[in-house]
């Protein structure tokens, strides 16, 4: 799995809440635009 490797590249960062928290940030003015 890439998502493995990546986890094990960055030192287990938790990474993936802060790529949800910039989605939802970046998603969030798509959705008021509409």
């Known amino acids: 799995m890439l998502q493995d490797e990546i986890l094990y590249r960055c030192g287990n960062f938790d990474w993936v809440p802060l ?16």
């Open 19 to 34: 790529l949800r928290i910039w989605g939802a940030v970046g998603y969030a003015p798509l959705l008021v635009l509409r």
